[in-house]
């Protein structure tokens, strides 16, 4: 089975209503080659869905993080079916700048769990630190990240893993191609190590420092099938030439 290339925007905390309907406005329809995912900020995403399928642009929505329950006394937060009704069909898990601020394995596992109950598709972020990578430890961090985030998850194929070096994100250091489709091929070996059936399916992004420039490095390893994308979405003409790069790529076996 192909997989098909996969550019996630994340803006974080980042641009305004107006900036944000203006993307959407402004999006370019005619690459469709490439599935393009943006994740706005929250109050965003409803608007930008209309405004996006009113004038039948090629773009899915995701959101940024969501909460595991499905409803109830959880002030602030927001669950997998709430996403769905605004249209999201995506969602990022686990981002290390959560996992920093306390998010724990545990619960990234149960929002994996509830986002693919919600139809969403999970995209579950791993990655070392600066640390761990120096101390030879990369494939350590990332299988129990992966082992915990995935237990008991039957079809594999419908998580997106995004492969987030944390000293690579937001530095403008980004981890070369060959380090990253290094990491990329033992993440597809520790999933076919827990769901031979999903491993080759599975799409991988890299993520950390992606800009327009580097993004073709990165489209031609076999192992990486798209991009999160942080500071460099924010630009659409940049996103796009990002897009671009991923065009006439065809992963999987
Ligand atoms: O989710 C996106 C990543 O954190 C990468 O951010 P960055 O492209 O600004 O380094």
């Known amino acids: 089975m192909l997989r098909k290339p ?3 925007a994340n803006w974080k905390m980042n641009l305004s209503l107006d900036d944000a309907l203006h993307y959407v406005r402004e999006f370019d329809a005619s690459r469709r080659t490439v599935e393009a995912v943006v994740c706005p ?5 409803f608007p930008m869905h209309q ?7 090629p773009l899915s929505f995701g959101a940024q993080n969501m909460h595991w329950n499905e409803a109830g006394a959880h002030t602030g937060e927001v669950s997998a079916s709430m996403l769905r009704q605004v249209g999201c069909s995506y969602v990022i898990i686990g981002h290390s700048e959560r996992r920093t601020a306390g998010e724990t394995d545990e619960q990234i596992h149960r929002k994996v769990a509830s986002a693919l109950a919600g139809d969403l598709t ?10 761990e ?10 299988r129990r990240q992966l082992t915990a985030a995935l237990e008991g998850v039957k079809d594999i194929a419908r998580v997106v893993i995004a492969y987030e070096p944390v000293w690579a994100i937001g530095t403008g250091e980004p981890a070369t191609a060959a380090y990253a489709q290094t990491v990329h091929s033992d993440i597809r070996g520790i999933i ?15 993520g950390g420092s992606v800009k327009a420039k580097n993004a073709s490095e990165y489209s031609a390893q076999p192992d990486i099938d798209g991009v999160l994308v942080g500071s460099a979405s924010l630009s659409i003409a940049e996103f796009q030439a990002i897009i671009q790069s991923f065009g006439t790529k065809v992963g999987g076996p």
């Open 6 to 8: 996969l550019a996630v």
């Open 51 to 57: 405004l996006s399928t009113s004038m039948n642009k």
């Open 133 to 142: 990578r120096v101390s030879r430890r990369t494939t350590q961090v990332i």
């Open 192 to 206: 076919r190590r827990i769901s031979p059936e999903s491993a080759e399916k599975v799409r991988l992004l890299y």
């Open 122 to 131: 999970p995209i579950l972020c791993v990655g070392e630190s600066a640390v």
């Open 41 to 45: 900020s929250l109050p965003f995403l």
